[in-house]
């Protein structure tokens, strides 16, 4: 499996994603926002797209797939539940679904609902495991809820799926919110020295060739991994006096999800 990750250099900050079977040449293109990134890469890679795939139905995730359809003639894949929301789509995704590109690559449809209610995150199973998470996950971070999704469902997705993966697993988020992330884990945890250290390291970062963190690192560093952590849970009791001693991990995700939201 060969990934490229690709620089949008937009005002929302957009990654998208080829997925190439090194043996035939076949492409996925996720989120190809920036249509003309995204064909001019495969062409310099000898690639042929042959699938589009919406991890939901954002406007700055769907905005690319008509010109590069138009361009290819590729099949386009999302969630099941977004055909009315995603005009054209040809095959609607449920959890546990394979998505194959050539010969050698599979990938794992998860169904991840919170940031919208029709978001699938892709699994590779590899030596190297990769997951593709749109706006579910970020790095440092966690996908906001305004626009049709649900924080309580984030958490179960946080909870219940993608703190359960490999740590060895790579993480290919939707944006490059890194930075700022950062900041909020350390407004949050301001003993956190690895989110420190990090914070130092990727100032200023060229995001045509990111930081690409591992799920081991994101719970480390992402406060929205960090639910026991005695020292978030001091800093969120300063927020919300009402916070029970022990409060339980949904809580102080929802809480902290609250407090991102206006940060």
Same mark, same amino acid.
């Given at each position: 499996?060969? @990934?490229?990750?690709?620089?949008?250099?937009?005002?929302?900050?957009?990654?998208?994603? !080829?997925?190439?079977?090194?043996?035939?040449? +076949?492409? !996925?293109?996720?989120?190809? !926002?920036?249509? +003309?990134?995204?064909?001019?890469?495969?062409?310099?890679?000898?690639?042929?797209?042959?699938?589009?795939?919406?991890?939901?139905?954002?406007?700055?995730?769907?905005?690319?797939?008509?010109?590069?359809?138009?361009?290819?003639?590729?099949?386009?894949?999302?969630?099941?539940?977004?055909?009315?929301?995603?005009?054209?789509?040809?095959?609607?995704?449920?959890?546990?679904? @394979?998505?194959?590109?050539?010969?050698?690559?599979? !990938?794992? @449809?998860?169904?991840?609902?919170?940031?919208?209610?029709?978001?699938?995150?892709?699994?590779?199973?590899?030596?190297?495991?990769?997951?593709?998470?749109?706006?579910?996950?970020?790095?440092?971070?966690?996908?906001?809820?305004?626009?049709?999704?649900?924080?309580? +469902?984030?958490?179960?997705?946080?909870?219940?799926?993608?703190?359960?993966?490999?740590?060895?697993?790579?993480?290919?988020?939707?944006?490059?919110?890194?930075?700022?992330?950062?900041?909020?884990?350390?407004?949050?945890?301001?003993?956190?020295?690895?989110?420190?250290?990090?914070?130092?390291?990727?100032?200023?970062?060229?995001?045509?060739?990111?930081?690409?963190?591992?799920?081991?690192?994101?719970?480390?560093?992402?406060?929205?991994?960090?639910?026991?952590?005695?020292?978030?849970?001091?800093?969120?009791?300063?927020?919300?006096?009402?916070?029970?001693?022990?409060?339980? +991990?949904?809580?102080?995700?929802?809480?902290?999800?609250?407090?991102?939201?206006?940060?």
């Amino acid at each position: 499996m060969i @990934v490229e990750q690709i620089w949008t250099a937009n005002a929302y900050r957009n990654f998208n994603y !080829l997925i190439a079977c090194p043996q035939t040449g +076949e492409a !996925l293109a996720i989120d190809p !926002l920036d249509h +003309e990134k995204c064909l001019a890469r495969a062409r310099a890679r000898g690639w042929t797209i042959t699938q589009v795939l919406n991890t939901h139905e954002h406007g700055d995730h769907t905005g690319g797939n008509a010109a590069v359809i138009r361009a290819t003639g590729a099949k386009l894949l999302a969630h099941h539940n977004a055909r009315a929301r995603i005009p054209g789509m040809d095959r609607g995704l449920s959890a546990g679904d @394979v998505v194959k590109v050539g010969r050698t690559v599979e !990938l794992e @449809v998860l169904d991840t609902p919170g940031h919208t209610m029709s978001h699938v995150c892709l699994l590779a199973h590899a030596d190297a495991p990769a997951l593709f998470c749109g706006d579910t996950l970020f790095n440092a971070g966690a996908g906001n809820c305004h626009n049709g999704g649900h924080p309580r +469902e984030l958490y179960r997705t946080f909870s219940a799926q993608l703190a359960k993966l490999p740590d060895a697993t790579r993480v290919f988020p939707g944006h490059d919110y890194i930075e700022n992330n950062l900041r909020f884990t350390l407004s949050r945890e301001p003993d956190n020295a690895r989110a420190a250290r990090l914070l130092e390291a990727v100032r200023g970062q060229n995001p045509d060739a990111p930081l690409v963190s591992t799920l081991a690192l994101e719970k480390e560093i992402n406060t929205f991994f960090r639910l026991r952590s005695p020292s978030v849970i001091a800093r969120l009791r300063e927020a919300f006096p009402d916070l029970p001693d022990e409060p339980d +991990e949904e809580t102080v995700f929802l809480r902290l999800r609250e407090l991102r939201n206006k940060w």
